[in-house]
């Protein structure tokens, strides 16, 4: 299993690594449409509309993205995208974490999955902003969610003693998710000191001021919580460990960038500017 995990990341790195660094930004946009109609075929599939009705859910997904071209000048007409998302994730999402309803079957499902489309072309959108305003930035906004995870699980294995959220996802633990905090903290204090590599999405936020930055930052580690939590949901519901075996020792790509989905958009909307 470890060996077919690193494999994988080690195609997937050599793909994304390449066309992000190199490519141009409707390159980008491309290979990230991709990822976003792959994302959308999984989230039809533990809504349980079965293997036609997800397949048409992705083309649905990769028209909402054509429509979308060309990618130049997005930011003004993604704001509303965001808003909407924003609102799924800040409104909807807790509310299904705390209630925990039936959600893939009658009004739950339907709102899901339009829901669905909105969250994932936002992402869509995000990225192509992010890789427009340059590639240290991009690559920062991604670090962010990444050390958050990497730190969460370190922290968890070494001082994990108080669940998080047990019924949700057991592994989870409150000392984990500090430590996530922590570790994304320490980040964007030395990128905003140190100005290596900018523009980096810690040195735009530090135009706010530090005070502000630091919660800022602190309500995207949050969020990259409950992105993943939502996406445990799902799964648990739907009676699946991963999303799909798309990314053989990694699950599916919703296990990827589940915790991406709702910071991008929030990111997009708090920036100064």
């Excluded at 925990?100 to 969250?119: D, E, H, M, N, Y």
């Excluded at 100005?195 to 040195?203: D, G, L, Q, R």
């Amino acid at each position: 299993m470890l060996k077919t995990r690193v494999i994988t990341a080690l195609v997937l790195l050599a793909v994304f690594l390449p066309v992000t660094f190199y490519a141009s930004v409707n390159a980008f946009a491309v290979l990230i449409a991709l990822v976003v109609v792959f994302a959308a075929w999984e989230w039809a599939r533990l809504l349980k509309t079965g293997a036609r009705a997800s397949v048409v859910y992705a083309l649905c997904a990769a028209l909402a993205l054509a429509v979308s071209l060309p990618v130049s000048s997005l930011m003004p007409a993604s704001q509303p995208l965001f808003r909407a998302a924003a609102i799924f994730w800040v409104v909807a999402v807790p509310f299904i974490l705390l209630r925990k309803p039936t959600l893939a079957q009658g009004s739950w499902r339907v709102f899901l999955l339009l829901a669905g489309l909105t969250v994932l072309v936002a992402c869509w959108h995000a990225l192509v902003i992010a890789r427009e305003a340059g590639v240290p930035f991009v690559l920062s906004l991604l670090l962010l969610v990444w050390l958050a995870d990497i730190g969460a699980y370190f922290s968890g294995k070494a001082f994990g003693r108080h669940k998080l959220a047990p019924a949700i996802s057991p592994g989870k633990t409150w000392e984990g998710a500090l430590g996530g905090w922590l570790a994304v903290l320490c980040m964007a204090l030395a990128a905003s000191l140190t100005h290596v590599f900018e523009p980096t999405i810690f040195s735009t936020l530090a135009q706010l001021g530090w005070a502000r930055m630091l919660a800022v930052v602190t309500l995207l580690v949050v969020f990259s919580v409950v992105g993943d939590l939502f996406e445990s949901v799902l799964k648990r519901q739907a009676g699946v460990k991963d999303s799909s075996g798309l990314l053989p020792g990694h699950g599916g790509v919703l296990d990827r960038i589940d915790a991406l989905l709702p910071v991008l958009p929030l990111a997009m909307l708090l920036l100064p500017g």
